[in-house]
């Protein structure tokens, strides 16, 4: 609030009750006052750098790397019920942080959608660049020997 200085006048009419608070999309920043042209228009510059959700991103890239690692890695039937359980936690984690971000006005829901999918784009990339490389770094071991 601070950085932009916002033209409105911050009434129940215009942010809603206490309980109930609305997010304010349409208003103009005036800017910092009492700091240098050049000071304000840096800090509304970052101001405005929340897309994409670096949290979010982050989230869901380790989460899903970790869902296809274990699917990967556990596949033997003595983790029936445990891999399961952790990937659903896992997916839990990521889905939690992405909803935090939104909840704690930190971030708009788009910013974090595409945080989100940004980390499982990466992520299944990884997965599947790994997989080709250690088939192809096995089947040169083969070939070799």
Known sequence: MEVCNPDIAL??????????????????CLGQT??????R?????????????????LSAYSMWF?????????STRNFRLVRP?????CALFAVFTSL???SDYKHHAEDVASG???GLIVASL????????????????????
């Open 100 to 102: 935090t971000r939104v």
């Open 11 to 28: 009434t129940e009419a215009v942010c809603g009750a206490p309980d109930a608070p609305v997010f304010v999309t349409n208003f103009t």
């Open 126 to 145: 990884t997965v599947t660049v790994r997989i080709i490389i250690i088939d192809h770094h096995v089947a040169i071991l083969f070939l070799i020997q």
């Open 85 to 89: 359980l952790i990937q659903v936690g």
């Open 34 to 39: 009492g700091i240098s042209d050049s000071e």
């Open 66 to 74: 970790c869902i296809v690692f274990l699917h990967q890695r556990m």
């Open 116 to 118: 989100a999918l940004l």
């Open 41 to 57: 228009s840096m800090r509304m510059h970052d101001m405005r750098l929340s897309w994409v959700s670096g949290h979010a991103s």
